[in-house]
């Protein structure tokens, strides 16, 4: 192998592919013991197996990238420890892109059993492969401290009931759960998704209409049915929802097989409780279904757009969410009605459709973003042991792998999820035209950006763009082409330039066209349009800071189980630990936090749950934050030994809550901490699930946190 190529090429010697799927085979052993709980990193590290840094040691038979697999040591490990993922040659573009299932809105009254304020403790038996005895239907943490905040003033009026299974085939269109025709289906222990289906899913909701999300676990109960990796525990969460920490999905809050879990979601704008609190403002309200709106409390300028929803196990995160536990959410309101022909002096009219009062999807398209790799038999692949990060060598856009898209030639609206594992991407079209960036995260712009080439786009984030396509007649092709190449998990090497990548210049499978566009007539004039001025920020300036902190992300030298840490106000690099506060501010106030990397070469996308924040400056000046950085957001990309200043102000819902890099191998190898709003001086007790019940145990607190 070449220095500095980390997949093995599709056209390598027989004899090299067959000694480096021996070695991802022994790999895959361990990786098995390790997520069934067999033995621990720590007892890897003192037999020799794997090194000071984590990784798997370069030795025969367990790196496929040493010089040679019978060599006695050297060589480069790589992130996705295999040969290439087999089956795709001669593939792309041959299979058309599925547009996101929307989940099903149903009364309330159609859940059974009817949601409970505190959680529902009915007793039922539990499987012998999980202790048995009896546990409780609902593994969200019982008492007043995990009841859903705000229940009497803000009930559900929708009900949606989703659960999480193996992979199987879709009866709504009998669609089977395989990420191309030429591949095999997935076993359902490789796949782990929401109703066990492809393509992802997609929950719509309205300001104003509180949804209760049911969420049933119906994975394994058996931990060893998890085709080498995943924890069939599991914790949803709404990521960036403003609500309380019982519907978060705090990371210790997990449930098991056989249980449900409600979340609450309010879908308030934040401020209700300070900021036109009798709902007049105009600006502030949600689209009723009759073409008019309903005022709701609270400011119009912390209205949110394209929210999305994952798994937050404890050390899993990384496992689940690649193993499918990841879905989107569009949030819409008198602003953003998802119907482009209503001109009432509030709606913006971005690209969407006419047929419906609001929410529609004709123009308006998700758009999930991920690597993958699989296996020689085509299953799902995962090797945790470069905990740098793990990068697959095939680029699936909800849930395929390369397909094409037919749009209309006309405006079109792409709300774009990162939702992998340690990538980032940087997305240009294929003829570089522009683009017009509309929203980062979950948030429009205050003013729309016009780019030929996207940001490098973090872990986690969303980034909404609106694409013309009436430049191009019909019969014509583009496509989107990711310039972001990757040699390793810790960062990005190096962006391409277009004709680089398209060129093929790069030992990355996954730099160059990842989808393709294929034109077709427009069949109705386009309505839609990208106005100069969209939401400004919300006015923080006669809001005093009340207090600093900052937060250090880092590595830990020669830790054999926990490589990331986060240092606190200059205190020790810790790992996680969700049982430690770290942080406790204040309702109804503002602060300043500082994020720094602690420097390595290392790129950390750190997401801040709950609150918004408007950053401040990077490196320690405004000038240095880009446009598409001026709005808001929740999550803050850490250059390598760079440093993100940001501000915050803390409303409404209490609770615990999480900080940590969204490089979801750094998040669970520990780069993740615990801050609380708000007990006063006393920490709430920390969860401690168990299928027969949880229990609490006390909180650590460390010196500054309140």
Avoid at 537 to 554: A, C, H, Q, Y
Wanted: with cysteine; net charge neutral; aromatic share 10%.
């Amino acid at each position: 192998m070449s220095n500095g190529h980390f997949f093995l090429p599709w056209n390598a010697s027989k004899a090299r592919l067959r000694e480096a799927e021996n070695a991802r085979k022994n790999r895959l052993e361990i990786v098995k013991g390790l997520s069934q709980g067999g033995f621990s990193r720590r007892e890897l590290f003192k037999w020799g197996l794997i090194t000071g840094a984590g990784a798997l040691a370069p030795i025969h038979g367990l790196s496929p990238f040493v010089k040679s697999a019978y060599a006695s040591g050297g060589g480069l490990s790589i992130p996705t420890g295999a040969p290439p993922s087999p089956g795709t040659v001669g593939t792309d573009f041959s299979q058309p892109m599925l547009r996101m299932e929307v989940l099903q809105r149903n009364p309330v009254s159609s859940l059974n059993p009817a949601p409970t304020w505190m959680a529902n403790q009915t007793l039922k038996p539990v499987d012998p492969m999980l202790g048995g005895g009896y546990g409780p239907i609902e593994g969200r943490p019982p008492g007043p401290d995990w009841a859903h905040q705000r229940w009497d003033v803000l009930p559900p009026k929708v009900a949606v009931e989703v659960s999480q299974e193996g992979a199987k085939t879709n009866p709504n269109g009998n669609i089977p759960f395989r990420f191309h025709p030429s591949l095999p289906q997935q076993n359902p222990t490789s796949m782990w998704t929401f109703n066990g289906t492809a393509p992802p899913k997609l929950l719509m909701g309205r300001y104003g209409e509180p949804i209760l999300f049911r969420h049933h676990n119906n994975l394994p109960a058996d931990i060893t049915q998890n085709a080498g990796f995943g924890r069939h525990t599991i914790s949803t969460h709404e990521h960036n929802g403003h609500h309380g920490a019982e519907n978060d999905g705090f990371t210790g809050a997990f449930f098991f097989p056989g249980q449900f879990y409600d979340y609450h979601y309010p879908i308030v704008l934040a401020g209700m409780d300070s900021i036109n609190t009798n709902a007049t403002d105009i600006m502030a309200s949600s689209p009723d279904d009759n073409g008019g709106l309903v005022k709701v409390p609270g400011d119009w300028h912390e209205t949110m757009s394209t929210h999305w929803f994952h798994d937050h196990m404890f050390s899993f995160t990384s496992h689940n969410v690649y193993k499918g536990n990841a879905g989107m959410f569009n949030l819409y309101s008198g602003l953003d009605r998802g119907n482009e022909e209503i001109n009432d002096g509030v709606n913006l009219r971005l690209p969407s459709g006419t047929a419906k009062s609001w929410g529609n999807l004709d123009f308006d398209v998700n758009l999930m973003l991920a690597d993958k790799a699989w296996d020689q038999s085509g299953q799902l692949y995962f090797d945790i042991f470069n905990l740098d990060g793990f990068l697959g060598d095939s680029m699936t856009v909800n849930f395929l792998y390369k397909p094409y898209f037919e749009v209309q030639a006309r405006k079109y609206r792409f709300r774009i999820l990162n939702a992998s594992v340690s990538r980032f991407f940087k997305i240009a079209l294929s003829d570089g035209s522009p683009m017009i960036q509309i929203a980062n995260d979950g948030n429009l712009f205050p003013h729309p950006v016009v780019l030929t080439q996207l940001d490098e786009q973090g872990i986690a984030e969303r980034y909404d763009i609106v694409v013309d396509f009436s430049r191009y007649k019909p019969g014509q092709r583009v496509s989107m082409v990711n310039l972001c190449e990757h040699r390793d998990g810790t960062k990005p090497s190096k962006d391409l330039s277009l004709a680089d990548a398209l060129a093929g210049k790069s030992s990355d499978p996954c730099v160059g066209p990842f989808l393709e566009f294929r034109v077709i007539p427009c069949s109705k004039p386009d309505l839609s349009q990208v106005p100069a001025t969209m939401i400004p920020n919300p006015d923080l300036s006669k809001i005093p800071v009340v207090r600093e902190r900052t937060f250090e992300f880092g590595r830990a030298g020669g830790s054999d189980s926990a490589p990331w840490t986060v240092k606190t106000d200059g205190g020790q690099g810790l790992a996680a630990d969700f049982s430690r506060l770290a942080a406790a501010p204040k309702m109804g106030t503002r602060e300043v936090w500082h994020l720094v990397n602690g420097g390595g070469g290392w790129d950390h996308p750190i997401h801040i749950h709950f609150e918004e924040g408007q950053i401040l400056a990077r490196n320690g000046s405004l000038s240095n934050v880009p446009a598409w950085e001026r709005g808001r957001k929740d999550v803050y990309r850490l250059h390598p030994a760079g440093s993100v200043t940001l501000t915050m102000q803390f409303r409404e819902f209490a609770g615990m809550f999480m900080e940590h890099c969204h490089n979801t191998v750094h998040e669970d190898n520990a780069m993740l901490i615990r801050w609380e709003l708000d007990r006063g001086m006393v920490a709430m007790p920390t969860p401690n699930p168990t299928p027969q019940g949880v229990t609490y145990i006390n909180t650590s607190v460390m010196p500054t946190a309140f």
